[in-house]
Nanobody, 117 residues
Framework: QVQLVESGGGLVQAGGSLRLSCAGSGSIFSDNVMGWYRQVPGMQREMVATITRSGSTNYADSVKGRFTISRDNAKITVYLQMNSLKPEDTAVYFC???????????WGQGTQVTVSS
């Protein structure tokens, strides 16, 4: 199956930037969707951004204009460039992988992003 390894989380001040990376390995098919989700304790996990292999993207309204998702198909890696960070962005961020025809999602271990005010 697929394994996901994340990096790039940390502590930043409001207005700062972070770049998250997620490298996939295992049974990777060309037709898939990768993305980033985030979760605050006591809240539901929410979609931040997704991207297909062809480059079609979706963003949560709360991050549009500030975050950019991208992927390197050759390296099977997805990135999340996070600019103009706000304290409300504080959460555990999870990388995700899903084959386009499947309802099953593989998750990374999660990486903490903390934005101080």
């Amino acid at each position: 199956q697929v394994q996901l390894v994340e990096s790039g989380g940390g502590l930043v001040q409001a207005g700062g930037s972070l770049r998250l990376s997620c490298a996939g390995s295992g049974s990777i098919f060309s037709d898939n969707v990768m993305g980033w989700y985030r979760q605050v304790p006591g809240m539901q996990r929410e979609m931040v951004a997704t991207i297909t292999r062809s480059g079609s993207t979706n963003y949560a309204d709360s991050v549009k204009g500030r975050f950019t998702i991208s992927r390197d198909n050759a390296k099977i890696t997805v990135y999340l460039q996070m600019n103009s960070l706000k304290p409300e962005d504080t959460a555990v961020y999870f990388c995700s992988f899903r084959r386009s025809w499947s309802d099953y999602t593989t998750w990374g271990q999660g990486t903490q992003v903390t934005v101080s005010s």
